[in-house]
């Protein structure tokens, strides 16, 4: 056998090595590994498009690791053949199987016409464009709003006081759409709900207001006239 040949057995016994080692990693093994290298628990773990990689969700962020957890890195994979960014893919549908985890118990709840159509969203009672969407909301109409009050811009003032109000929904709307301030609200008032809500914008990295989330996985920031959140909103039915 000549020296190249064995050169070239040795390469592929090598190469069959490794594929022989990528072939015992599982689920199972892989969220071990990441727990035991990173402390870290995944809340989903699965094959990456490209072999020898794993997909990993932790807190809705998506990361992934090779077989034995030595590498952790975050970016895009791009499909060359049809030019889509399946990234950008599996976390939108990521988003949409998580649709129905949203803590709405911690959200202030807004119906307008049939409430047929949903939409959730990270506001501030001193936001300026967040008090232009909610006239969007009227108008726009059959739609549910599930509004998590998150103090991002001259702290707790008003919004402290619509969370401790005995009625948070309509001192949401009577502040945001009428200017109605909300009563005082007494020094001993529960206003946890704001932690756990910048708690889960911080998750999600909202960093703006207003920040609106929909069923499809798709997110936006900002405001938008009603004639372009209808078309956004249109695009969830189908």
């Given at each position: 056998?000549?020296?190249?040949?064995?050169?070239?057995?040795?390469?592929?016994?090598?190469?069959?090595?490794?594929?022989?080692?990528?072939?015992?990693?599982?689920?199972?093994?892989?969220?071990?590994?990441?727990?035991?290298?990173?402390?870290?628990?995944?809340d989903s773990i699965r094959p990456?498009?490209?072999?020898?990689?794993?997909?990993?969700?932790?807190?809705?962020?998506?990361?992934?690791v090779d077989d034995k957890v030595?590498?952790?890195?975050?970016?895009?994979?791009?499909?060359?053949?049809?030019?889509?960014?399946?990234?950008?893919?599996?976390?939108?549908?990521?988003?949409?199987?998580?649709?129905?985890?949203?803590?709405?118990?911690?959200?202030?709840?807004?119906?307008?016409?049939?409430?047929?159509?949903?939409?959730?969203?990270?506001?501030?009672?001193?936001?300026?464009?967040?008090?232009?969407?909610?006239?969007?909301?009227?108008?726009?109409?059959?739609?549910?709003?599930?509004?998590?009050?998150?103090?991002?811009?001259?702290?707790?003032?008003?919004?402290?006081?619509?969370?401790?109000?005995?009625?948070?929904?309509?001192?949401?709307?009577?502040?945001?759409?009428?200017?109605?301030?909300?009563?005082?609200?007494?020094?001993?008032?529960?206003?946890?709900?704001?932690?756990?809500?910048?708690?889960?914008?911080?998750?999600?990295?909202?960093?703006?207001?207003?920040?609106?989330?929909?069923?499809?996985?798709?997110?936006?920031?900002?405001?938008?006239?009603?004639?372009?959140?209808?078309?956004?909103?249109?695009?969830?039915?189908?």
């Amino acid at each position: 056998m000549t020296a190249s040949i064995k050169h070239f057995a040795a390469a592929a016994l090598a190469a069959l090595a490794l594929l022989s080692g990528a072939a015992q990693a599982d689920e199972q093994s892989v969220r071990d590994q990441l727990m035991k290298n990173t402390g870290l628990k995944a809340d989903s773990i699965r094959p990456a498009p490209i072999p020898g990689l794993w997909e990993v969700f932790i807190q809705d962020r998506l990361f992934y690791v090779d077989d034995k957890v030595d590498y952790v890195f975050s970016g895009s994979i791009i499909d060359t053949k049809t030019q889509t960014n399946q990234t950008q893919e599996r976390l939108r549908e990521w988003a949409r199987e998580s649709w129905s985890k949203w803590p709405r118990e911690d959200a202030v709840k807004q119906v307008f016409g049939d409430g047929s159509r949903e939409v959730i969203v990270f506001s501030d009672a001193n936001c300026t464009y967040c008090r232009s969407m909610e006239r969007v909301f009227e108008e726009v109409g059959n739609l549910t709003v599930y509004t998590f009050i998150t103090p991002m811009i001259r702290g707790e003032q008003n919004n402290r006081e619509i969370v401790c109000s005995k009625n948070p929904s309509k001192a949401w709307a009577d502040w945001m759409r009428k200017g109605i301030a909300p009563e005082s609200a007494s020094p001993d008032c529960d206003a946890s709900v704001m932690r756990r809500n910048l708690s889960l914008a911080g998750r999600y990295n909202v960093t703006g207001a207003p920040t609106f989330f929909f069923p499809t996985g798709d997110r936006m920031t900002g405001a938008v006239p009603a004639s372009q959140f209808e078309r956004i909103l249109a695009e969830q039915k189908k």
